[in-house]
């Protein structure tokens, strides 16, 4: 095919048209045009691919874990992860997800490093493609009596229980869980070094965020739709004029109470 027969609109319409993996073969099209507008898009498309490589890099670097055990003969592998050990209000909530073996989508990560938008997605894209998902929800009441970090556990434990495919091995985002089965591995960062537990990470953000956006309907005064039970200033605004709500955490809210 000869590009030089295209106007550079015409072009431009063309490579938006492309797959990805058809990136190299257009590069190298563009490449031996000798228009100056051409030979600028070879290069946006050839930095596009470059980018791409990269992501696909860092994905494969995300299944080390996951590798190693499906070598060494487990085949069940959940990954486990909590969102909400720093908010004013609301529940923490954890998510066990176990994922099919070389189960691969772009853009996974650390659900805090994904925009909204982006979250929805993979969201669906994991619940749709999962072997199995669990959820762990513990409240705010609990927290004040049990603390933050054993409120963490026992969601993740909840987690897993829910989950309706038992685990052989288990990876965790930092934290080691007393009295469970089977084996864990914790990793600390995990949601951004395991495929698994990044899973988990979106599982468990998008849960929580949807629940403080309809807490948000019954409790409007704090913003939590936007800021999630986050000390915002709108937030410590609403406190200050409607007091404590039955969400908050009265164990973090000790000058309020």
């Known amino acids: 095919m000869e590009t030089k027969?295209?106007?550079?609109?015409?072009?431009?319409?063309?490579?938006?048209?492309?797959?990805?993996?058809?990136?190299?073969?257009?590069?190298?099209?563009?490449?031996?045009?000798?228009?100056?507008?051409?030979?600028?898009?070879?290069?946006?498309?050839?930095?596009?691919?470059?980018?791409?490589?990269?992501?696909?890099?860092?994905?494969?670097?995300?299944?080390?874990?996951?590798?190693?055990?499906?070598?060494?003969?487990?085949?069940?592998?959940?990954?486990?992860?909590?969102?909400?050990?720093?908010?004013?209000?609301?529940?923490?909530?954890?998510?066990?997800?176990?994922?099919?073996?070389?189960?691969?989508?772009?853009?996974?990560?650390d659900s805090k490093l994904i925009p909204e938008k982006k979250r929805e997605e993979l969201y669906d894209y994991i619940t749709g493609h999962a072997k199995a998902v669990g959820i762990g929800v513990v409240a705010n009441e609990m927290i004040d009596e049990i603390n933050i970090l054993n409120a963490t556990k026992l969601a993740m434990k909840n987690a897993i229980n829910d989950l309706n495919v038992v685990p052989e091995h288990e990876l965790i985002d930092a934290v080691t869980l007393e009295d469970i089965a089977c084996n864990q591995t914790a990793i600390i960062k995990g949601d951004q070094k395991s495929i698994s537990i990044a899973a988990a990470s979106i599982i468990a953000k998008v849960t929580r965020d949807r629940k403080m956006c309809e807490y948000h309907e019954q409790y409007p005064y704090y913003d939590f739709k936007a800021n999630k039970g986050y000390g915002t200033k709108n937030h410590y605004q609403g406190i200050k004029e409607y007091g404590l709500s039955p969400l908050h955490r009265r164990s973090f809210l000790k000058d309020f109470l």
């Open 5 to 109: 027969v295209l106007t550079v609109s015409e072009v431009q319409d063309m490579i938006h048209e492309i797959d990805m993996e058809e990136y190299p073969i257009y590069i190298e099209l563009l490449r031996n045009d000798s228009r100056k507008a051409v030979h600028k898009l070879a290069r946006q498309l050839e930095n596009r691919y470059k980018k791409h490589l990269i992501e696909l890099k860092r994905i494969e670097g995300m299944n080390q874990y996951e590798t190693e055990l499906y070598d060494s003969d487990c085949q069940i592998i959940a990954g486990i992860d909590e969102v909400g050990r720093g908010p004013l209000a609301g529940p923490v909530v954890a998510a066990a997800v176990i994922l099919p073996r070389n189960f691969f989508v772009l853009g996974i990560n």
